[in-house]
């Protein structure tokens, strides 16, 4: 995935043409992701909150205080243009993100928790995001609360919900149909990023060595901040893991498509160049915390 979304980056800046055509079309395609996720869930799945209330608020209040004050800590210091910041900021203000859950899956962390993590942050975003995002993209841009929060719901919520009523009505369908599930999301997040990036081709080259340093930073300190959040409530190294990935990585495809929506093509920078470095980083960490493990036993 990682190598795959690195591909499409660099084809996506030298060849601006061959994605432009998805563009107007990253609301759906994000849609059809979360359609996806909502598929493999069932109402079952969403008890696992309450079982666990106190991990699952820490690892909420970990992801929307850390990352959203990261972001706005490193658009004061790298002083970034307008939209560039408010870009930055939204990715720090959106939820947890399925690639959160499948690298504490390979890392060897507690899956349940991070899965939980993510449904809750989720579930809050329509909220939380804008009205994050408000108060700290504000000096810099023009934040809509309610129309950030109806597309929100629209394009994560709804499908969400839609992809766990087909599963409870049609199971036997989705049990087959979840097989390439993973493929079609693959596609999507593909098509994605290499919308944004061939739009801002220019702009990328122009400015990339400052966002990417910002994008890296961001992630790299929310691991690192979610490592400490969770030692000093005490968890274990499983959920340790979970809480640090969890933090670390946003669903960057939401803040592209928010930013395309509510800012500009300029805004999805931030959100473009982290969904390449965090897979990136996602599977170093992983394969960090799996070999530590493998040495323990």
Known sequence: MALLVVAVAVVGIIFPASFKWVAPKISMLLGVVMFGMG?????????????????????????FTIMPLL?????????????LAAGVILVGTCPGGTASNV????????VALSVSISMASTILAPLV???LTWLLAGAWINVSFVDMMLSIVQVVIAPILLGI??????ADFVKRAVKILPVISIVAILLILGGVVSVNADKILQTGLTIMLVVVLHNLLGYGLGFCAAKIFGMNTAKTKAVTIE??????????SLAMIHFSATAAIPGAIFSVWHNISGSIAANYFSQKSNKRS
């Open 103 to 110: 690298m504490t899956y390979l890392a060897k962390g507690d």
């Open 39 to 63: 598929m493999t869930l069932r109402v079952e799945d969403f008890k696992e909150i309450f079982r666990r209330p106190r991990d699952v608020l820490i690892g909420l209040l970990a992801q």
């Open 71 to 83: 972001a706005y800590g490193l658009a004061k210091i790298f002083q970034l243009p307008a939209e």
């Open 247 to 256: 933090v670390g990585m946003q669903n960057s495809g939401l803040a592209v």
């Open 129 to 131: 995001t804008p009205l």
């Open 165 to 170: 009523i087909v599963n409870q009505l049609f």
